[in-house]
């Protein structure tokens, strides 16, 4: 998806720049498979685009902030799966789950939706932003990614505070009662825990002084599943859910 969003011929018939709106793109999660993964490969090699994208992610982290879960009515998911062509529901006593898988994933692409008005309408005039402040280069926000390139949390890092505050797309629980524990991972270095973090709410962690220093632009964030007794854990055990750079 690279045409310009519909809208712009308001805005004197100028179009974004085209690293500016693949950025934008990136963050929303609407590239296809190829794309985005020429994007990411980007985000490695090209600090300037790499830039763009921590920029894109901190204007859409205040959207993330903004969903809160909703009870839905039977009936509207029923004419969500009419509409979509999908199978009739799972039986009753799978209702509850399903109707909440489908709360999200719809969540989810509204989100989006959303989002792109708002690149159209709102955002895209301001291309030329004005230097950021020192302040502001001590903070990033990026996107902890899950192996199917969807946001699985969302992370501001806060270097002279010392703090990520981590908020997350509400996903259901670990079948096997793990929990969701983060790691920073510094170039060359073995992971350090940061703690559990929450799987349906913000969270703020507050990263110990010892490991402050290791809050730059070359290290990453990762959480994998682990058994909550014992966290903060030495060394990770169970598999990766969702990793991202952080982009400083």
């Avoid at 799966?81 to 109707?99: F, I, K, N, T, V």
């Avoid at 899950?146 to 946001?151: K, N, Q, S, V, Y």
């Avoid at 964030?221 to 055990?237: D, K, Q, V, W, Y």
Wanted: charged residues 20%; glycine residues 6%.
């Amino acid at each position: 998806m690279s045409t310009p969003a519909d809208g712009l011929d308001d805005l004197g018939g100028q179009e974004p720049p085209p690293d500016d709106l693949l950025a934008a793109e990136y963050v929303l999660g609407v590239l296809d498979a190829a794309p985005r993964l020429a994007a990411q490969a980007r985000i490695v090699s090209d600090p300037a685009f790499a830039r763009l994208v921590s920029d894109w992610e901190h204007r859409f982290a205040l959207l993330a902030l903004e969903l809160r879960p909703a009870e839905v009515p039977s009936r509207v998911w029923t004419r969500v799966q009419e509409r979509l062509g999908w199978s009739p529901a799972a039986p009753a006593a799978d209702s509850g789950a399903s109707r909440s898988l489908y709360f999200w994933r719809l969540a989810a692409g509204l989100a989006a939706t959303a989002a792109l008005a708002l690149l159209a309408v709102v955002l895209v005039p301001r291309w030329s932003a004005p230097k950021q402040s020192e302040a502001q280069l001590a903070r990033a926000v990026t996107t902890l990614q899950r192996d199917d390139g969807t946001p699985g949390w969302l992370a501001t890092v806060d270097v002279r505070r010392g703090t990520v505050l981590m908020v997350p797309v509400p996903s259901t629980p670990d079948a096997k009662g793990r929990a969701a524990e983060l790691w920073l991972i510094p170039p060359g270095q073995a992971p350090r825990s940061l703690g559990a973090v929450s799987i349906t709410r913000a969270y703020t962690v507050e990263v110990p002084a010892t490991l402050r220093p290791d809050l730059t632009g070359n290290a990453v964030l990762a959480i994998t599943l682990e058994p909550a007794a014992g966290i903060p854990h030495a060394a990770p055990t169970g598999p990766i859910i969702a990793k991202g750079p952080i982009h400083l």
